[in-house]
């Protein structure tokens, strides 16, 4: 798959120079506008972004401790049959991921039935044996999932991750479109585009949806670890946008398994806590105990069913990069059917015959870290000098249980501005998933992440990579004429309805607390 052409979603086949033709009005937008204007309106959006704050840490960077995540001015485009195919695959793989967090917590009927080996959940360090046997309010365990797709065709998309604990980038999913609304409202004219603004309000009502049974107006917070966290202005972005607490451990105190906000005016109970802080700092008193970002007695609290964590504690085992390449048999066992998304082809490297592959054929694959995250941990065979090559062949000969190995995939393209101007650039694609007491929503939108090197796969922000906004169409496509108002783009526009049925994009190796 890696030699053949990458397809481009908006000219079709590479080297095209006409877009596709329910695209032709994006097309046209791209002939019509020149270079110049691009540019301009591309830098009014990073500098907005710059005076709003909107930025990421990287850690262990000297030279740009904070910086803002590039953003590209030409959007990416889903049909309205894409999404409704992309929206079905990504309600079963999440409904499939909490029945799989409910089970191996539980009863562990999975095991029981020989689809998965032992030692793989068990000498998994994101099992955590300390919570199994607790039951989340109303079984809930993955509440905010965000399912990494790439797309290597028109009708070919792939499942690359899946990330259960903390996913970032839904902020920047939110800027991206007022700064598209902002600077490029003829697009919103040209094409019918779901609303995602009403993503906070969606989170609020899945947080109020899982609270504990009894209680009639849960109190909810965003528990963050603090402004060092590359993801913070996230946390504080959310927390203001549902008009909600943001708070850090030192704000609440357990007392008699109760979770208590420290107030000027006095204790206020908490319902609902969104944590924004690893497994490992949660709770001193459990798991690390010399974590400072923690609260001490926030387990025994969640045990006793007094409060509910969003994401449940526990959920690393399903992101686990070893664990997803056995999603088409954990989506097969609880679901009854065969998986609407696949999975890209996965050698287990714990597997002697595929570690065997791997070895012989290291130029040509992707080689991943089973708990990596933010493309570190990671060898890309064709870009990997020998030295680096050799370096990983002795880390896999060494340890082999820790790592996954991958085909180097032809990744879509989307036009994007470059140096000498528009230039096809991959991207991957980060949909989020709320899932709570009353069924799964898909928000119809997401998270855009370009590679911005030419030639470069590797999309993470830490590495170098940008974002676009994500459109997805009502229909499949528009022509120039069917117009709305600025106006009515944002207040009066019908949105995508969300599929409902009876969640790290700032990369990088996680310090204490990061996501």
Same mark, same amino acid.
């Given at each position: 798959?890696?030699? &053949?052409?990458?397809?481009?979603?908006?000219?079709?086949?590479? +080297?095209?120079?006409?877009?596709?033709?329910?695209?032709?009005?994006?097309?046209?937008?791209?002939?019509?506008?020149?270079?110049? !204007?691009?540019?301009?309106?591309?830098?009014?959006?990073?500098?907005?972004?710059?005076?709003?704050?909107?930025?990421?840490?990287?850690? +262990?960077?000297?030279?740009?401790?904070?910086?803002?995540?590039?953003?590209?001015?030409?959007?990416?485009?889903?049909?309205?049959?894409?999404?409704?195919?992309?929206?079905?695959?990504?309600?079963?793989?999440?409904?499939?991921?909490?029945?799989?967090?409910?089970?191996?917590?539980? !009863?562990?009927?999975?095991?029981?039935?020989?689809?998965?080996?032992?030692?793989?959940?068990?000498?998994?360090?994101?099992?955590?044996?300390?919570?199994?046997?607790?039951?989340?309010?109303?079984?809930?365990?993955?509440?905010?999932?965000?399912?990494?797709?790439? &797309?290597?065709?028109?009708?070919?998309?792939?499942?690359?991750?899946?990330?259960? &604990?903390?996913?970032?980038?839904?902020?920047?999913?939110?800027?991206?479109?007022?700064?598209?609304?902002?600077?490029?409202?003829?697009?919103?004219?040209?094409? &019918?585009?779901?609303?995602?603004?009403?993503?906070?309000?969606?989170?609020?009502?899945?947080?109020?949806?899982?609270?504990? !049974?009894?209680?009639?107006?849960?109190?909810?917070?965003?528990?963050?670890?603090?402004?060092?966290?590359?993801?913070?202005?996230?946390?504080?972005?959310?927390?203001?946008?549902?008009?909600?607490?943001?708070?850090?451990?030192?704000?609440?105190?357990?007392?008699?398994?109760?979770?208590?906000?420290?107030?000027?005016?006095?204790?206020?109970?908490?319902?609902?806590?969104?944590?924004?802080?690893?497994?490992?700092?949660?709770?001193?008193?459990?798991?690390?105990?010399?974590?400072?970002?923690?609260?001490?007695?926030?387990?025994?609290?969640?045990?006793? +069913?007094?409060?509910?964590?969003?994401?449940?504690?526990?959920?690393?085992?399903?992101?686990?990069?070893?664990?997803?390449?056995?999603?088409?048999?954990?989506?097969?066992?609880?679901?009854?059917?065969?998986?609407?998304?696949?999975?890209? !082809?996965?050698?287990?490297?714990?597997?002697?015959?595929?570690?065997?592959?791997?070895?012989?054929?290291?130029?040509?694959?992707?080689?991943?870290?089973?708990?990596?995250?933010?493309?570190?941990?990671?060898?890309?065979?064709?870009?990997?000098?020998?030295?680096?090559?050799?370096?990983?062949?002795?880390?896999?000969?060494?340890?082999?249980?820790?790592?996954?190995?991958?085909?180097?995939?032809?990744?879509?393209?989307?036009?994007?501005?470059?140096?000498?101007?528009?230039?096809?650039?991959?991207?991957?694609?980060?949909?989020?998933?709320?899932?709570?007491?009353?069924?799964?929503?898909?928000?119809?939108?997401?998270?855009?992440?370009?590679?911005?090197?030419?030639?470069?796969?590797?999309?993470?922000?830490?590495?170098?990579?940008?974002?676009?906004?994500?459109?997805?169409?009502?229909?499949?496509?528009?022509?120039?004429?069917?117009?709305?108002?600025?106006?009515?783009?944002?207040?009066?526009?019908?949105?995508?309805?969300?599929?409902?049925?009876?969640?790290?994009?700032?990369?990088?190796?996680?310090?204490?607390?990061?996501?």
């Amino acid at each position: 798959m890696a030699t &053949r052409p990458a397809f481009d979603e908006i000219m079709g086949q590479a +080297g095209s120079t006409v877009a596709r033709p329910e695209l032709a009005a994006l097309g046209a937008w791209i002939d019509e506008t020149p270079d110049a !204007e691009l540019r301009r309106r591309q830098q009014s959006a990073e500098a907005t972004f710059r005076q709003l704050g909107i930025t990421f840490a990287v850690y +262990g960077d000297s030279d740009a401790s904070e910086r803002i995540i590039p953003f590209d001015i030409v959007p990416r485009v889903f049909l309205a049959d894409e999404w409704a195919r992309l929206s079905a695959g990504l309600v079963q793989r999440v409904e499939a991921i909490n029945a799989f967090l409910v089970d191996i917590y539980g !009863e562990r009927k999975i095991l029981d039935a020989g689809v998965l080996p032992p030692d793989l959940i068990f000498g998994n360090a994101q099992f955590r044996p300390e919570i199994a046997g607790i039951r989340p309010p109303h079984d809930i365990w993955a509440h905010i999932c965000g399912i990494d797709l790439v &797309r290597t065709g028109p009708d070919d998309f792939f499942v690359l991750e899946d990330n259960a &604990r903390t996913p970032s980038g839904v902020s920047y999913m939110l800027e991206n479109r007022e700064a598209m609304l902002r600077l490029c409202p003829e697009l919103f004219r040209d094409f &019918r585009v779901a609303a995602v603004d009403s993503y906070p309000d969606r989170l609020l009502e899945t947080m109020k949806s899982v609270a504990p !049974e009894g209680v009639a107006a849960p109190v909810c917070v965003v528990l963050t670890p603090g402004h060092y966290n590359s993801a913070y202005y996230e946390h504080s972005f959310l927390a203001d946008s549902m008009g909600v607490e943001l708070v850090e451990a030192a704000d609440l105190v357990v007392d008699d398994d109760v979770v208590w906000m420290r107030t000027i005016a006095g204790r206020v109970k908490v319902d609902v806590i969104y944590r924004r802080i690893d497994d490992d700092y949660l709770d001193p008193l459990v798991f690390r105990p010399d974590s400072m970002l923690g609260v001490p007695g926030l387990i025994a609290a969640y045990a006793a +069913g007094n409060v509910a964590l969003i994401n449940a504690p526990g959920n690393g085992i399903a992101d686990d990069k070893a664990i997803y390449s056995y999603m088409p048999e954990i989506v097969r066992f609880y679901s009854g059917g065969e998986a609407k998304l696949p999975n890209v !082809e996965t050698w287990r490297c714990r597997e002697p015959q595929a570690l065997k592959y791997v070895l012989d054929n290291l130029k040509d694959v992707v080689v991943k870290l089973v708990d990596g995250s933010g493309g570190y941990g990671m060898l890309v065979g064709p870009t990997a000098t020998k030295a680096e090559i050799e370096t990983f062949r002795a880390a896999l000969i060494a340890k082999p249980h820790r790592y996954i190995a991958q085909p180097t995939l032809a990744l879509s393209t989307v036009p994007t501005l470059a140096d000498a101007g528009l230039a096809p650039r991959h991207v991957d694609f980060r949909p989020f998933v709320l899932t709570g007491s009353k069924g799964v929503q898909v928000v119809p939108g997401g998270l855009t992440r370009v590679a911005l090197k030419e030639g470069s796969l590797v999309v993470n922000s830490s590495q170098g990579g940008g974002t676009k906004d994500s459109f997805v169409l009502m229909d499949n496509g528009a022509a120039r004429g069917q117009r709305q108002s600025q106006g009515q783009s944002q207040a009066l526009r019908p949105e995508l309805p969300l599929h409902h049925l009876p969640e790290e994009a700032n990369g990088r190796p996680p310090p204490a607390g990061a996501e």
